[in-house]
């Protein structure tokens, strides 16, 4: 009986092991407005989000993200999120970043890099357009009117060109 017993956690060991060796690694670039929405353009010198999202590492080292000399990018962090979902459980560790644009036109970010386990393993990469002046974009949870109006001293009789804007649930642009 004792044999057998050994025999069982021998076997659930190899078991355990070749679940976890068959667990694939992958990285996800992405870009974000500092809101968090997906990035349309970016702005000379504004900041923007870029993240790198590891799936299936237990840990990693550093994250390189090559920038072709167009950004400049400041770690802002890691976080590691773990979901379980009958009995499978999924790692992620997402790494954050701030960058800024150095210059307008359309750049290439990435692809990001991590050596895991002496194995190199390569994000996809992003196509960043920066403009001089960026059409600011928001999130909004309740519809919003908005009167727009000239500044200035107006007076009785005049002409006053005015702009009525309405603003809905999603991404409204400003």
Same mark, same amino acid.
């Given at each position: 009986?004792?044999?057998?017993?050994?025999?069982?956690?021998?076997?659930?060991?190899?078991?355990?092991?070749?679940?976890?060796?068959?667990?694939?690694?992958?990285?996800?670039?992405?870009?974000?407005?500092?809101?968090?929405?997906?990035?349309?353009?970016?702005?000379?010198?504004?900041?923007?989000?870029?993240?790198? /999202?590891?799936?299936? =590492? &237990?840990? +990693?080292?550093?994250?390189?993200?090559? %920038?072709? *000399?167009?950004?400049?990018?400041?770690?802002?962090?890691?976080?590691?999120?773990?979901?379980?979902?009958?009995?499978?459980?999924?790692?992620?560790?997402?790494?954050?970043?701030?960058?800024?644009?150095?210059?307008?036109?359309?750049? /290439?970010?990435?692809? =990001? &890099?991590? +050596?895991?386990?002496?194995?190199?393993? %390569?994000? *996809?990469?992003?196509?960043?357009?920066?403009?001089?002046?960026?059409?600011?974009?928001?999130?909004?949870?309740?519809?919003?009117?908005?009167?727009?109006?000239?500044?200035?001293?107006?007076?009785?009789?005049?002409?006053?060109?005015?702009?009525?804007?309405?603003?809905?649930?999603?991404?409204?642009?400003?």
């Amino acid at each position: 009986m004792k044999k057998i017993g050994n025999l069982f956690f021998i076997t659930l060991a190899f078991f355990m092991s070749s679940l976890r060796c068959e667990e694939s690694i992958e990285l996800q670039l992405r870009v974000k407005s500092p809101q968090g929405l997906p990035l349309q353009e970016a702005g000379i010198g504004k900041p923007f989000i870029v993240s790198v /999202t590891v799936t299936g =590492a &237990t840990s +990693t080292q550093k994250v390189f993200v090559d %920038t072709h *000399n167009a950004f400049e990018l400041r770690t802002m962090g890691a976080t590691t999120q773990i979901n379980s979902s009958h009995g499978v459980s999924t790692r992620e560790i997402t790494h954050q970043y701030s960058a800024r644009a150095k210059e307008a036109g359309t750049f /290439t970010l990435g692809p =990001a &890099t991590v +050596t895991i386990n002496g194995t190199l393993y %390569t994000s *996809n990469s992003v196509s960043v357009t920066v403009v001089e002046n960026p059409v600011e974009r928001i999130a909004l949870r309740e519809p919003k009117l908005e009167l727009i109006v000239p500044e200035g001293m107006i007076v009785v009789g005049q002409t006053v060109p005015i702009a009525l804007r309405f603003y809905h649930l999603g991404v409204a642009q400003l």
